[in-house]
């Protein structure tokens, strides 16, 4: 009897197993659009299933024990918490700060560019021209400059917006 009841959850075990596979197939030919927008559905109603399961056979009693001890931690850690909250906060806004926002830096360039204009020795110095060089030679070596130094690329801002001064200032005489 013993024997039949195992060979009955194997061959479950099976079909769940290949259903499961086919699924997965399935959901990863969708187009990429779709996928992202149903993965979060199906990630949260996957783990949903799996904590009713575990409710159901009654191996769901490590769940409060392990929040009970996330929550003793934490009231312990609380004045460690406190005292490190500054140099965290600080942390972070660099980190937001660090990050490109090409609206802003574009608006800087502009309000630097109003600010103080480049003289055109300046700029020629810049983007490494003689005087009085061709519009096609400011425009190859604003190109060849901008790509060293981009941000995105790991340039800076300021080189970048100096750069695009230099050439903006060429331009105009």
């Known amino acids: 009897m013993s024997t039949g009841v195992g060979l009955v959850r194997l061959y479950l075990l099976l079909v769940l197993i290949l ?16 996928r992202m927008k149903y993965q979060k559905r199906v990630l949260s109603g996957v783990v949903v299933g799996i904590l009713m399961f575990l409710a159901l056979t009654g191996h769901l009693a490590w769940l409060p024990a392990l929040i009970g001890v996330m929550l003793a931690f934490l009231v312990r850690n609380i004045p460690l918490l406190v005292r490190y909250a500054p140099y965290l906060h600080r942390m972070w806004q660099n980190f937001r700060a660090s990050k490109p926002q090409s609206e802003t830096s574009n608006h800087q360039y502009r309000a630097r560019q109003n600010d103080s204009l480049m003289s055109v020795a300046e700029a020629y110095k810049i983007l490494g021209l003689e005087p009085h060089a061709s519009k096609q030679d400011i425009i190859q070596a604003h190109k060849k400059l901008i790509q060293k130094m981009h941000p995105d690329r790991g340039g800076s801002d300021y080189l970048a917006a100096q750069i695009n001064m230099a050439k903006d200032t060429l331009m105009r005489h």
């Open 19 to 34: 259903s499961g596979y086919v699924l997965v197939r399935k959901f990863l030919m969708l187009p990429k659009s779709i």
